[in-house]
Antibody
Framework: EVQLVESGGGLVQPGGSLRLSCAAS????????MHWVRQAPGKGLVWVSR????????SYADSVKGRFTISRDNAKNTLYLQMNSLRAEDTAVYYC???????????WGQGTLVTVSS | AIQMTQSPSSLSASVGDRVTITCRAS??????LGWYQQKPGKAPKLLIY???SLQSGVPSRFSGSGSGTDFTLTISSLQPEDFATYYC?????????FGQGTKLEIK
């Protein structure tokens, strides 16, 4: 079964750091671009970042550029999102998603909640 | 950056109704558009990709159309399990952009 499982969310103070992980199984992880998407409580979906299949190219939303770093370990079939200098507005459920052919974001992980609050 | 304008933001309908949701891109995106369904507390689920291709396992009552700037998701006969929030997503260029969402509620 093709599956993505996020972990690493939690409560962090403003200015703090957190690293999210997304463990992939059931497919050849190293062949796919991967994305992070977030959703603030009661709000819509917002794209955060992407990484290409070998990790040599990344992109970020302007709102997180310079603070977040996406990376991957293809040997461990795991995607990461290092989040530094966290702000209250980063509070959201963070989803990882695989990008397949024809722009398909599928599957998605179950999401992990990040709460930035003092 | 490309902006995706989705309408309506909410929609009230009955089981068996035909409903249409629209997404408009601020510039042409060929057919690089997907439609996603999200239920409360759950991850989004892909319904349609490349504007009009039905994802495997998705019921045939869902269909998509459009190209360029104007796109439509149609549900031909609403079922109880279809009440959810729907999002479009453009993947033509970076950054990828979602529409604001359409919450489909039971009348």
């Amino acid at each position: 079964e093709v599956q993505l499982v996020e972990s690493g969310g939690g409560l962090v103070q403003p200015g703090g750091s957190l690293r999210l992980s997304c463990a992939a199984s059931g497919f050849t992880f190293s062949s796919y671009w991967m994305h992070w998407v977030r959703q603030a409580p009661g709000k819509g979906l917002v794209w955060v970042s992407r990484i290409n299949s070998d990790g040599s190219s990344t992109s970020y939303a302007d709102s997180v550029k310079g603070r977040f770093t996406i990376s991957r370990d293809n040997a461990k079939n795991t995607l990461y999102l290092q989040m530094n200098s966290l702000r209250a507005e980063d509070t959201a459920v963070y989803y990882c998603a695989r990008r397949g052919a024809w722009g398909r974001f599928d599957p998605w992980g179950q999401g992990t909640l990040v709460t930035v609050s003092s | 950056a490309i902006q995706m304008t989705q309408s309506p933001s909410s929609l009230s309908a009955s089981v068996g109704d035909r409903v249409t949701i629209t997404c408009r891109a601020s510039q042409g995106i060929r057919n690089d558009l997907g439609w996603y369904q999200q239920k409360p507390g759950k991850a989004p689920k892909l319904l349609i990709y490349a504007a009009s291709s039905l994802q495997s396992g998705v019921p045939s009552r869902f269909s998509g159309s459009g190209s360029g700037t104007d796109f439509t998701l149609t549900i031909s006969s609403l079922q109880p399990e279809d009440f959810a929030t729907y999002y479009c997503l453009q993947d033509y260029n970076y950054p990828p952009a979602f529409g604001q969402g359409t919450k489909l509620e039971i009348k």
